[in-house]
């Protein structure tokens, strides 16, 4: 929502930037010594870079994007919970290989 929100005042804003520098041109061209020329200029160009900030953040892909880590990170913790699943299966698969080669009967012990 909030992203939506950003990107919805960026085209706000460049847009009315690119709409001042037209009529700050306009200005100059009746009247050069009124407003001078690297106004609307640099208007323009704030106004073009303020229209193309939401598609700077398209250029790095999905690294930074919260969905992508929260997938990474429960992907990463299923396999940490498969390993240590499949570590105490081995461990009680062992024990049980150990206590079937061991006596049942105490007296086993002693003899």
């Not at 930074?64 to 929260?70: G, I, L």
Request: glycine letters at 4%.
């Amino acid at each position: 929502m909030i992203t939506m929100l950003m990107e919805l005042a960026c085209y706000i804003i460049g847009t009315s930037f690119c709409i001042g520098a037209i009529m700050q041109y306009r200005i100059h061209r009746q009247n050069p010594k009124l407003t001078p020329l690297m106004t609307p200029v640099v208007m323009l160009v704030v106004g073009v870079l303020l229209i193309l900030v939401p598609y700077f953040s398209l250029l790095p892909g999905d690294s930074f994007s919260a969905s992508e880590q929260e997938k990474r990170d429960s992907a990463a913790a299923a396999q940490v919970i498969r390993e240590y699943n499949a570590q105490q299966d081995q461990t009680n698969t062992s024990e049980t290989q150990n206590a079937d080669s061991q006596p049942k009967n105490p007296n086993d012990y002693w003899q």
